[in-house]
């Protein structure tokens, strides 16, 4: 099963809400589906060009490796030729950097991920976990 349209809509509101309660900088939220389809992307008003790209980096990466992004970031930094083939070979899709979550459902099974820019790595994935949970969902 992949992630509904609804449910992502859900992930990228609640995720934008938590950002501006908290103050951040203006945010894009980005959710993929399994597959690494985009299923919904959402930029705040005054967020920079590069936002949801990077968002959508993010998210693919989280999803491509089975691993959250703060996961991939260290394994970047341990093996940097092996992510440097990784990022040649997405297309430059690929962006191994906090911010990006993975999504899974009741049973644990991975069915999107979300990603965020705007912030810092830290918020970015602090407003995904959020999003996520409160859309009744597991970030992973």
């Known amino acids: 099963m992949d992630i509904t349209l ?3 809509n859900k992930i990228i509101a609640f995720a934008l809400q938590r950002a501006a309660e908290a103050g951040y900088k203006p945010m894009a939220v980005v959710v993929i ?3 690494g389809h985009t299923k919904s992307a959402q930029r705040q008003d005054g967020a920079s060009m590069f936002r949801i790209d990077i968002a959508t980096g993010k998210a693919w990466a989280s999803i491509a490796m089975g691993a959250a992004s703060r996961v991939l970031t260290q394994r970047a930094k341990d093996l940097p030729a092996f992510f440097g ?3 040649a070979t997405g297309n430059g899709k690929f962006i191994p950097q906090t911010g990006a979550v993975l999504i899974k ?3 644990g099974q991975v069915i999107g991920a979300a990603g965020a820019s705007g912030g ?3 918020e970015d994935e602090a407003i995904c976990i959020a999003g996520i ?3 009744g969902l597991q970030s992973g």
């Open 85 to 87: 083939a990784l990022a």
């Open 133 to 135: 949970e409160a859309a």
């Open 6 to 8: 609804d449910q992502a």
């Open 120 to 122: 810092t790595g830290d």
């Open 33 to 35: 589906d399994a597959s």
């Open 105 to 107: 459902d009741a049973q």
